[in-house]
């Protein structure tokens, strides 16, 4: 693989995951606030209920199987110069989206009690928890045309070669999130109408901060209704498999909420409180890399260049393994420590803290197969290829159900997690070895090289910050302490390894943040 597509790869990593980390950070503290404010009960359990459901959409139409289909036809007709088509295409899909997250919205708001009932049955033994759930998901429901419209410009901005615009957006939601919990929910009767109220003000900054960007890159974006345009019909040829795939990791997700319906209350919120320190690294570090490596692919499998496909993938899967485990690693030996600092606040309580610790634990055993599914799925979609991920979703949720089932009933809401672990485990080694089966492309002898040395730097850094907190507890230090002295000697170590080790990950990520202008 060449020296500058690896530049290009971590470059657009860095810009992704600098706005992605604040955005995060803004998030943990918006957490905090949900955490001190509400606990974790009733309104918690109601309005991420009702949250999860426009965001299911949101990931359908938005940034989920419209991008997959729609990014590989789009960047290949701005590779081969087709301006009047790559114009008739972005038009026609922008035309289409409009009026489905239009029409969805509309029969979100008029139909809210059937979602609610699909989504959380056992809330319909729970009248109080049900109907605010309900009023909560009227309320939020047309966020999925606003969310909708900003994910979809903020892909079209990534083509485009601007990553910068569609890392920030979640920042203002986040920051609505905290205005609203902290200033507008003295003013309502039900403190939890502020969030939603946070939710719908977000959304409409959103898409006019996407507007924006869209009219300085001057692409045009006007109403148009073509379907003769080849483009337009392979992107629709290949949008029912992607939107499929998509719709089948939802379901693990709404899977596991309904199912945590029938448990004590609390029980969701544990799973979202859970869930969300688990989407830290993932979000910053991995979602972040398939943004930036999927128009790559995209070009490339445009150019039929598939070993420098190859490269790109060996190189990103390593990458991705060089930050994600040692992220595991520090999660798991914290995370106690780390519920405590974040969430124990206000009216969440220890025994709150212990069962978000638990489930979060069950989490990690699974993160590194959610993160390299990141790596591997933008190959299969960059080379139009939307059916063998969605064959694999599919397995993944048959068996995510029946574990969920039979683990719920002997470790409660801790079995959801470790089934949704072991399922998306089975779900990456199945899309590998597809890989490698279609198209040659497999894991080589230098991604073993980075492996071994990522492992090993991991696995010192790990004893380094094992030790830190055992000396640190017996002295009673305070979480905040434990957790920082911890980051910064693991941190530390594990470069320190990795440069004396000579990783190549460390080195690319190193030669693009030395270099000035990289976030411009």
Known sequence: MSESKNHEIVRNLSVVSFF????????????????????????????????????????????????ASFIPVYSESLVKKRTK?????????????????LFLSVIGVLFSFVFVAITAPGFLNKPAEFHLTLFLTRMMFPYIFLIGLTAFFAGVLNVHGSYAPGAMYPIILNVLFIISAIF???????????????????????????????RRKKIRLRFRFNLKNSDVKTVFKLLTPSLLGMAVIQLNLLFDTLLASFLSSGSISYLYYGDRLYQFPLGVFAIALQTAIFPALSASFARKDVKEVDNAFNFSTSLMFFIIVPSSIGLILLRNHLVRLIYMHGVFNLMDAQKTASVLLFFIIGLWASALLRTVIPV???????????????????????????????????????????????????LLRKLYLKKGIGLGSGFFKSFTQTITASVIMGVFVEFIIIICSKLNYHSLLIVAASLVIGVASYLFISFVFKNESFYAIKQVLTKRNNLL
């Open 85 to 101: 088509d790559s114009q008739d295409l972005l038009m026609t899909v922008f035309t289409i989206l409009f009026f489905i997250l």
């Open 184 to 214: 507008l929910r003295p003013f309502f009767h039900e403190g939890i109408y502020a969030l939603a109220i946070g939710v719908m003000i977000g959304g409409v900054l959103q898409v006019l901060s996407q507007v924006y960007y869209i």
């Open 380 to 430: 299969f979609y960059s080379m139009k290829d939307t059916k063998t991920p969605v064959n694999a979703a599919v397995y993944s949720l048959i068996l995510n159900i029946i574990l969920a089932i039979i683990l719920m009933q002997v470790m409660g809401v801790d079995g959801l997690a470790l089934a949704s672990s072991i399922s998306l485990i089975f779900n990456y080694l199945f």
């Open 20 to 67: 992605t980390l604040i955005s995060r950070i803004l998030g943990l503290l918006r957490d905090i606030c949900i955490a001190y404010f509400f606990g974790a009960g009733v309104a918690t359990d109601a309005f991420f209920v009702a949250f999860r459901i426009p965001n299911l959409f949101r990931r359908l139409f938005g940034e989920g199987g419209l991008s």
